[in-house]
């Protein structure tokens, strides 16, 4: 009897009862995301080109573009991989979004993390390593690194003293 409520309880959930005898489900379920990329587009055409091979995939609900931008949202039960191979292969240039708000970023003043391109108010997402490893400070403790910020020998220290 059981089994049979479960199964129920499966077809009015969504589950489909598919799960086997100790109601464990089998199949993998997607989560709605949101995938952001950026994709070179110049006109009406590429716009159209890129959205209407974004909106073939299976599990997309919407494809919003921003041309202006260089930005394509599509939120859906899709994988972020699968969107940008699919852009990619409308044979425009395209990475995942690669843009964060200035607040966002946890060094935003770091020269790698400059692009003219970024909108108003973003800047490129870098890591904390790589922002280390653009300052040079790939090791050592923390103070060490400040106390050699202005240290005379140091040919690539602060020179305001």
Request: aromatic share 6%; net charge positive; hydrophobic share 30%.
């Amino acid at each position: 009897m059981g089994g049979t409520l479960e199964y129920l309880a499966g077809l009015f959930t969504g589950g489909g009862g598919g799960g086997d005898q100790h109601g464990h489900k089998n199949s993998k379920r997607r989560q709605l995301q949101t995938v952001e990329l950026k994709v070179r587009m110049d006109c009406e055409g590429c716009e159209l080109k890129v959205k209407n091979a974004l909106s073939s995939m299976k599990g997309v609900e919407s494809v919003k573009i921003n041309r202006k931008q260089q930005k394509v949202t599509v939120s859906g039960y899709v994988e972020a991989s699968k969107v940008l191979k699919k852009a990619q292969s409308t044979g425009k240039k395209s990475e995942l979004w690669p843009y964060v708000p200035y607040s966002a970023a946890s060094q935003p003043y770091v020269a790698a993390a400059y692009d003219r391109r970024a909108p108003p108010g973003h800047v490129r997402n870098i890591e904390a390593s790589s922002a280390a490893h653009v300052y040079g400070h790939v090791g050592g403790r923390a103070e060490e690194r400040l106390t050699n910020l202005f240290n005379d020998e140091d040919p690539n220290a602060c020179s305001v003293m």
